[in-house]
């Protein structure tokens, strides 16, 4: 069974930080990509940064220069560094995984539950 939990999520003001954490646990033989997406209130789900086991990133036109994601691969966990937040930041944020659970398996994406971020004042 694969977890993936995070953590860090909050209130914070306009033009504040945040740091969110994800730690992936059970049965991993491999992680590939992992990333954050973010769902606001009646809007779909966006990307907004990933991260290869190579450390390539990408990330989202909202959040470029803004935010930071990086991964330690040894205790299998991403983090995402959020920046300058804004109130349109306001999401509830999931954390992803590529990973196989053994040698023979096929990659499968697994989630997190989310984690609240509201940017008010």
């Known amino acids: 069974q694969v977890q993936l939990v995070e953590s860090g999520g909050g209130l914070v003001q306009p033009g504040g930080s945040l740091r969110l954490s994800c730690a992936a646990s059970g049965r991993i033989e491999s992680i590939y990509t992992m990333g954050w997406y973010r769902q606001a209130p009646g809007k779909q789900r966006e990307s907004v940064a990933g991260?290869?086991?190579?450390?390539?990133?990408n990330y989202g036109d909202s959040v470029k220069g803004r935010f930071t994601i990086s991964r330690d691969n040894a205790n299998n966990t991403v983090y995402l560094q959020m920046n300058s937040l804004k109130p349109e930041d306001t999401a509830v944020y999931y954390c992803?995984?590529?990973?196989?659970?053994?040698?023979?398996?096929?990659?499968?994406?697994?989630w997190g539950q989310g984690t609240q971020v509201t940017v008010s004042s």
């Open positions: 991260i290869t086991s190579g450390g390539s990133t």
């Open positions: 992803n995984a590529v990973l196989r659970v053994t040698l023979t398996s096929t990659r499968r994406k697994y």
